[in-house]
């Protein structure tokens, strides 16, 4: 697409553009031409894609236990509660809404979210944690359905949700680039997270925590994965 004439395929356009230069030439520093989309995106989102985690809600983290084959008893041992939280800096690997060295708490709306994430194999020991969110916290809430009657931004916006919500193998882990971009606009923003679709428990919903002061991990308990799904259907 050369020369992008409707509103939609000129967003199209410039989001596929920007993920481009993000990706394989400009990283830190972008090109002045995609300041003005971005501010507009930036705008657009945070007047209507925003909501609040009320105070005391209840989030969900699940990690998988070590396999002991020879005291299978160890393995429905759940981790402590120190042990649930995000991990050090020196070990922040880059995800889906955090760069490399900053760690964010990913979490989930319902344990079976929490859970699916980790694709877990039949009768596999979790651990769940339970996390208490201990203020209001406004957040950029891309589960919201698109609802403006202009129909073009209604399919951007679409696009825009299902960036968030895809997951990418190891290697095509760039492709964050361009979540982990516009979350931390969201985070100098001012807003304290990010709330998303889970692209594996159809829905779920996924929250991503930019801040360890808005939240607490107040116990954890083990579950056992009993059933796990796939379907499959050909594609030639």
């Known amino acids: 697409m050369d020369n992008p004439q409707t509103f939609s395929e000129s967003y199209f356009y410039h989001l596929d553009q920007l993920a481009k230069t993000i990706k394989y030439e400009s990283r830190y520093v972008l090109p002045e031409r995609y300041n003005l989309f971005v501010r507009k995106i930036l705008h657009y989102i945070s007047s209507k894609f925003s909501s ?3 105070s005391k809600s209840i989030l969900y983290r699940a990690r998988i236990n070590p396999i002991d ?3 299978r008893h160890n393995e429905s041992k759940p981790f402590p509660p120190e042990k649930m939280g995000t991990p050090p800096r020196s070990l922040s ?3 889906r809404i955090n760069p490399e060295g900053i760690p964010y708490l990913y979490c989930s709306g319902e344990i079976n979210t929490a859970g699916a994430e980790l694709r877990p194999w039949k009768n596999s020991y979790l651990t769940i944690a339970e996390i208490r969110i201990e203020h209001d916290l406004n957040i950029v809430d891309l ?3 698109e609802d403006d009657q202009d129909a073009d931004w209604g399919l951007f916006i679409y ?3 299902e960036l ?3 997951q990418w193998p ?3 882990k ?3 680039l361009v979540t982990q971009f516009f979350s931390e606009h969201f985070k100098l923003d001012g807003f304290r997270g990010v709330k998303y679709k889970s692209d594996f428990n159809n829905g779920g919903n996924n929250f991503a925590l930019f801040h360890k002061e808005d939240y607490s991990i107040v116990k954890t308990f083990v579950v056992e994965a009993y059933e796990v799904d796939y379907s499959f259907f050909a594609i030639k």
Do not use: A, C, H, R
């Open 159 to 161: 696009d825009f949700q």
């Open 52 to 54: 609040v985690i009320p």
């Open 174 to 176: 760039l492709n964050y």
């Open 69 to 71: 084959f020879i005291k």
């Open 93 to 95: 690997i880059s995800g």
């Open 143 to 145: 589960t919201i359905d």
């Open 164 to 166: 968030f919500t895809k």
């Open 170 to 172: 190891p290697e095509s």
